[in-house]
Protein backbone atom coordinates (compact mmCIF):
# COMPACT_ATOMS: atom_id res chain seq x y z
CA UNK A 1 0.00 0.00 0.00
CA UNK A 2 1.32 3.85 -0.81
CA UNK A 3 1.48 5.84 2.13
CA UNK A 4 0.13 9.30 1.53
CA UNK A 5 2.07 11.90 1.64
CA UNK A 6 1.50 14.36 4.94
CA UNK A 7 1.73 18.03 4.58
CA UNK A 8 3.54 19.74 7.08
CA UNK A 9 0.56 21.47 8.62
CA UNK A 10 -1.02 17.96 9.07
CA UNK A 11 1.81 16.73 10.63
CA UNK A 12 2.02 19.99 13.01
CA UNK A 13 -1.48 19.39 13.85
CA UNK A 14 -1.13 16.30 15.07
CA UNK A 15 1.80 17.12 17.04
CA UNK A 16 -0.06 19.66 19.06
CA UNK A 17 -2.66 17.18 19.59
CA UNK A 18 -0.84 14.11 20.49
CA UNK A 19 1.23 12.71 23.73
CA UNK A 20 5.02 12.36 23.11
CA UNK A 21 4.82 8.87 21.67
CA UNK A 22 3.01 10.11 18.61
CA UNK A 23 5.30 12.95 18.41
CA UNK A 24 8.12 10.06 17.89
CA UNK A 25 6.01 8.45 15.52
CA UNK A 26 5.24 11.59 13.47
CA UNK A 27 9.18 12.48 13.18
CA UNK A 28 10.36 8.88 12.13
CA UNK A 29 7.99 8.95 9.60
CA UNK A 30 8.75 12.12 8.39
CA UNK A 31 13.12 11.90 8.11
CA UNK A 32 13.57 8.89 6.34
CA UNK A 33 17.16 8.03 6.80
CA UNK A 34 17.64 9.65 10.35
CA UNK A 35 21.26 9.21 11.04
CA UNK A 36 21.49 9.32 14.61
CA UNK A 37 18.44 7.16 14.92
CA UNK A 38 20.41 4.64 12.55
CA UNK A 39 23.38 5.09 14.10
CA UNK A 40 22.40 4.42 17.57
CA UNK A 41 20.69 1.20 16.16
CA UNK A 42 23.71 0.71 14.30
CA UNK A 43 25.94 0.13 17.80
CA UNK A 44 22.94 -1.77 19.73
CA UNK A 45 23.14 -4.40 17.34
CA UNK A 46 26.40 -4.60 16.63
CA UNK A 47 26.80 -5.10 20.85
CA UNK A 48 23.74 -5.98 22.64
CA UNK A 49 23.76 -9.81 23.77
CA UNK A 50 20.78 -11.91 24.94
CA UNK A 51 20.73 -15.19 27.90
CA UNK A 52 19.75 -18.35 25.81
CA UNK A 53 16.79 -18.31 27.91
CA UNK A 54 15.86 -15.07 27.20
CA UNK A 55 15.81 -15.83 23.21
CA UNK A 56 13.80 -19.14 23.64
CA UNK A 57 11.58 -17.55 26.07
CA UNK A 58 10.49 -14.75 23.89
CA UNK A 59 10.34 -16.94 20.37
CA UNK A 60 7.96 -18.90 22.84
CA UNK A 61 5.67 -16.19 23.48
CA UNK A 62 5.99 -15.57 19.43
CA UNK A 63 4.96 -18.89 18.67
CA UNK A 64 2.27 -19.12 21.67
CA UNK A 65 0.55 -15.35 21.15
CA UNK A 66 0.97 -16.11 16.96
CA UNK A 67 -1.27 -18.65 17.23
CA UNK A 68 -3.85 -16.81 20.12
CA UNK A 69 -3.87 -13.91 17.45
CA UNK A 70 -4.39 -15.57 14.02
CA UNK A 71 -7.58 -15.73 12.09
CA UNK A 72 -5.73 -18.17 9.55
CA UNK A 73 -4.02 -20.40 12.27
CA UNK A 74 -5.70 -23.58 13.49
CA UNK A 75 -2.84 -24.91 14.65
CA UNK A 76 1.50 -25.03 14.78
CA UNK A 77 1.02 -26.82 11.29
CA UNK A 78 -1.62 -24.67 9.75
CA UNK A 79 -3.31 -24.92 6.29
CA UNK A 80 -3.35 -20.99 5.50
CA UNK A 81 -1.33 -18.09 6.54
CA UNK A 82 -2.34 -14.59 6.00
CA UNK A 83 -0.22 -11.38 5.60
CA UNK A 84 -1.49 -10.03 8.92
CA UNK A 85 0.31 -12.98 10.60
CA UNK A 86 3.20 -11.98 8.89
CA UNK A 87 3.00 -8.54 9.85
CA UNK A 88 2.00 -9.33 12.89
CA UNK A 89 5.17 -11.97 13.81
CA UNK A 90 7.61 -9.34 12.46
CA UNK A 91 5.95 -6.45 15.07
CA UNK A 92 6.70 -9.04 18.21
CA UNK A 93 10.40 -9.43 16.86
CA UNK A 94 10.66 -5.52 16.67
CA UNK A 95 8.80 -5.19 20.08
CA UNK A 96 10.68 -8.42 22.21
CA UNK A 97 14.37 -7.71 20.23
CA UNK A 98 14.47 -4.37 19.79
CA UNK A 99 12.19 -2.29 21.47
CA UNK A 100 10.39 -1.51 18.85
CA UNK A 101 13.05 0.97 17.22
CA UNK A 102 13.38 -1.27 13.72
CA UNK A 103 9.50 -1.19 12.41
CA UNK A 104 9.35 2.74 12.54
CA UNK A 105 12.82 3.36 10.92
CA UNK A 106 12.46 1.11 7.92
CA UNK A 107 8.46 2.30 8.06
CA UNK A 108 9.90 5.80 7.21
CA UNK A 109 11.33 5.28 3.98
CA UNK A 110 8.97 2.56 3.14
CA UNK A 111 8.11 -1.12 4.30
CA UNK A 112 5.76 -3.62 2.71
CA UNK A 113 5.24 -6.83 3.52
CA UNK A 114 4.07 -9.81 1.64
CA UNK A 115 3.26 -13.74 1.26
CA UNK A 116 3.93 -14.80 -2.16
CA UNK A 117 3.19 -18.59 -3.37
CA UNK A 118 5.32 -18.17 -6.83
CA UNK A 119 8.33 -18.26 -4.76
CA UNK A 120 9.58 -21.57 -4.65
CA UNK A 121 13.23 -21.33 -4.38
CA UNK A 122 13.62 -19.53 -1.21
CA UNK A 123 11.35 -19.50 1.90
CA UNK A 124 11.64 -15.82 2.33
CA UNK A 125 13.30 -12.68 1.25
CA UNK A 126 14.31 -9.17 1.79
CA UNK A 127 14.15 -6.59 -1.40
CA UNK A 128 15.20 -3.57 -0.81
CA UNK A 129 14.16 -1.06 -3.82
CA UNK A 130 15.58 1.82 -5.20
CA UNK A 131 13.54 3.81 -7.30
CA UNK A 132 15.91 6.53 -8.09
CA UNK A 133 18.21 3.63 -9.58
CA UNK A 134 20.68 4.93 -6.57
CA UNK A 135 21.71 3.30 -3.39
CA UNK A 136 22.16 6.65 -2.22
CA UNK A 137 18.63 7.98 -2.94
CA UNK A 138 15.27 6.75 -1.92
CA UNK A 139 14.41 3.00 -0.47
CA UNK A 140 11.58 1.43 -0.17
CA UNK A 141 11.69 -2.28 1.78
CA UNK A 142 9.81 -5.62 1.13
CA UNK A 143 9.82 -8.77 3.24
CA UNK A 144 8.47 -11.49 1.53
CA UNK A 145 7.28 -15.03 2.54
CA UNK A 146 7.18 -18.18 0.76
CA UNK A 147 3.57 -19.57 1.29
CA UNK A 148 4.20 -22.64 -0.71
CA UNK A 149 8.29 -24.08 1.01
CA UNK A 150 6.11 -23.97 3.93
CA UNK A 151 2.94 -25.81 3.03
CA UNK A 152 5.67 -28.24 1.15
CA UNK A 153 7.18 -28.81 3.98
CA UNK A 154 5.57 -30.90 7.42
CA UNK A 155 3.25 -32.68 4.97
CA UNK A 156 3.94 -36.16 7.47
CA UNK A 157 3.19 -36.13 10.84
CA UNK A 158 6.45 -35.92 13.02
CA UNK A 159 8.47 -34.49 10.17
CA UNK A 160 11.25 -32.03 11.52
CA UNK A 161 13.33 -29.11 9.08
CA UNK A 162 16.41 -27.89 9.22
CA UNK A 163 16.04 -23.93 9.06
CA UNK A 164 18.76 -21.37 9.57
CA UNK A 165 20.69 -24.63 11.89
CA UNK A 166 17.75 -25.06 14.14
CA UNK A 167 15.15 -27.59 14.31
CA UNK A 168 12.46 -26.76 13.92
CA UNK A 169 8.90 -29.18 14.56
CA UNK A 170 6.34 -27.39 12.69
CA UNK A 171 5.79 -24.81 10.22
CA UNK A 172 4.91 -21.92 12.62
CA UNK A 173 8.37 -22.35 13.98
CA UNK A 174 9.72 -22.74 10.40
CA UNK A 175 8.23 -19.59 9.69
CA UNK A 176 9.34 -17.50 12.84
CA UNK A 177 13.36 -19.17 11.68
CA UNK A 178 12.35 -17.36 8.56
CA UNK A 179 11.10 -14.25 9.58
CA UNK A 180 13.95 -13.87 11.80
CA UNK A 181 16.34 -14.35 8.88
CA UNK A 182 14.98 -11.37 6.97
CA UNK A 183 14.86 -9.36 10.14
CA UNK A 184 18.44 -9.40 10.45
CA UNK A 185 18.79 -9.03 6.67
CA UNK A 186 16.38 -5.42 7.14
CA UNK A 187 18.58 -4.32 9.86
CA UNK A 188 21.45 -4.44 7.77
CA UNK A 189 20.34 -2.89 4.78
CA UNK A 190 18.20 0.06 7.03
CA UNK A 191 21.90 0.42 8.53
CA UNK A 192 24.30 -0.19 6.94
CA UNK A 193 22.63 -0.64 2.62
CA UNK A 194 24.51 -3.38 2.65
CA UNK A 195 24.54 -7.00 3.87
CA UNK A 196 24.73 -10.78 3.33
CA UNK A 197 23.92 -13.89 5.58
CA UNK A 198 27.32 -15.74 4.55
CA UNK A 199 28.96 -12.96 6.10
CA UNK A 200 30.13 -12.46 9.81
CA UNK A 201 28.52 -9.18 10.84
CA UNK A 202 25.18 -11.06 9.55
CA UNK A 203 25.98 -14.13 11.56
CA UNK A 204 26.78 -12.35 14.59
CA UNK A 205 23.56 -10.81 14.66
CA UNK A 206 21.42 -13.95 13.67
CA UNK A 207 23.10 -15.72 16.07
CA UNK A 208 23.16 -13.18 19.13
CA UNK A 209 19.74 -11.91 18.53
CA UNK A 210 18.13 -15.18 17.75
CA UNK A 211 20.49 -18.54 18.55
CA UNK A 212 20.76 -18.99 14.35
CA UNK A 213 23.84 -21.19 13.58
CA UNK A 214 23.60 -21.23 10.28
CA UNK A 215 22.54 -19.14 7.58
CA UNK A 216 20.60 -20.90 5.16
CA UNK A 217 17.28 -20.27 5.31
CA UNK A 218 15.40 -22.03 2.43
CA UNK A 219 13.58 -24.97 3.76
CA UNK A 220 15.19 -28.16 2.76
CA UNK A 221 12.02 -30.33 1.54
CA UNK A 222 11.40 -33.78 1.30
CA UNK A 223 11.53 -33.76 -2.24
CA UNK A 224 14.91 -31.60 -2.63
CA UNK A 225 16.52 -33.73 -0.09
CA UNK A 226 15.61 -36.74 -2.25
CA UNK A 227 17.51 -34.92 -5.05
CA UNK A 228 20.07 -34.57 -3.37
CA UNK A 229 21.05 -37.75 -1.47
CA UNK A 230 19.30 -40.22 -3.29
CA UNK A 231 19.12 -38.55 -6.78
CA UNK A 232 15.87 -39.62 -6.78
CA UNK A 233 13.12 -37.19 -8.88
CA UNK A 234 9.18 -37.46 -9.30
CA UNK A 235 8.43 -39.60 -12.56
CA UNK A 236 11.51 -41.91 -12.16
CA UNK A 237 12.00 -45.33 -13.29
CA UNK A 238 12.29 -47.27 -10.04
CA UNK A 239 13.28 -50.69 -8.91
CA UNK A 240 12.61 -52.01 -5.43
CA UNK A 241 11.90 -55.06 -3.53
CA UNK A 242 9.55 -56.44 -2.45
CA UNK A 243 8.48 -60.19 -0.51
CA UNK A 244 11.66 -61.23 -1.84
CA UNK A 245 10.35 -59.92 -5.82
CA UNK A 246 12.26 -56.70 -7.93
CA UNK A 247 9.43 -54.43 -8.92
CA UNK A 248 9.59 -51.77 -11.20
CA UNK A 249 7.28 -48.22 -11.51
CA UNK A 250 7.06 -45.18 -11.40
CA UNK A 251 8.11 -42.37 -8.72
CA UNK A 252 4.35 -40.60 -8.18
CA UNK A 253 4.99 -38.85 -4.78
CA UNK A 254 8.07 -37.99 -2.42
CA UNK A 255 7.30 -37.13 1.33
CA UNK A 256 9.77 -39.06 3.72
CA UNK A 257 8.72 -42.17 1.91
CA UNK A 258 8.08 -42.17 -2.37
CA UNK A 259 5.09 -43.32 -3.56
CA UNK A 260 5.94 -45.85 -6.38
CA UNK A 261 3.18 -46.70 -8.76
CA UNK A 262 4.06 -50.13 -10.24
CA UNK A 263 1.46 -51.25 -13.35
CA UNK A 264 -0.88 -54.49 -12.02
CA UNK A 265 -3.95 -55.43 -13.32
CA UNK A 266 -5.31 -55.34 -9.78
CA UNK A 267 -4.23 -52.16 -9.26
CA UNK A 268 -6.43 -48.48 -8.78
CA UNK A 269 -7.36 -46.80 -12.35
CA UNK A 270 -5.50 -43.63 -12.71
CA UNK A 271 -6.29 -40.73 -15.27
CA UNK A 272 -3.85 -42.15 -18.26
CA UNK A 273 -6.55 -45.43 -18.26
CA UNK A 274 -3.85 -48.06 -16.67
CA UNK A 275 -3.91 -49.63 -13.40
CA UNK A 276 -0.95 -49.40 -10.98
CA UNK A 277 -0.73 -50.54 -7.21
CA UNK A 278 0.53 -47.96 -5.13
CA UNK A 279 3.52 -48.62 -2.98
CA UNK A 280 5.38 -46.63 -0.09
CA UNK A 281 9.00 -47.41 0.02
CA UNK A 282 11.49 -45.68 1.83
CA UNK A 283 14.23 -43.60 -0.33
CA UNK A 284 16.98 -45.61 0.55
CA UNK A 285 15.75 -48.77 -0.77
CA UNK A 286 14.88 -47.74 -4.27
CA UNK A 287 17.25 -47.80 -7.23
CA UNK A 288 16.94 -46.05 -10.51
CA UNK A 289 15.75 -48.50 -12.96
CA UNK A 290 17.20 -46.45 -16.27
ZN1 LIG B 1 19.75 -14.61 3.68
Not at 89 to 96: C, E, L, T
Not at 180 to 197: A, D, K, Q, R, T
Request: glycine fraction near 6%; include cysteine.
Amino acid sequence: MKRVPRTMAAVRSSVRSGASRLVDRVRNRDAPRDRQALSSLAGEVALRTFRREEVLSHQNQIFEDSLRLSRSFSGPNFKRVGRDDLVRMVKMYDARFFDGKVLPLAAAEGMDFSISSRMTKVAGKLVTHYPDGTAKGKRRFELVLSSTLLFQTFEDQGQKVEVTGRTCMNRLEAMQRVVEHEFVHLIEMLVWNSGNCSEARFQSIAKRYFLHTDYRHSLITQRERAAMRFNLRLGDQVRFKHDGKVLEGRVNRITRRATVLVPSHRGELFCDGRRYQRFYVPLEKLQKAS
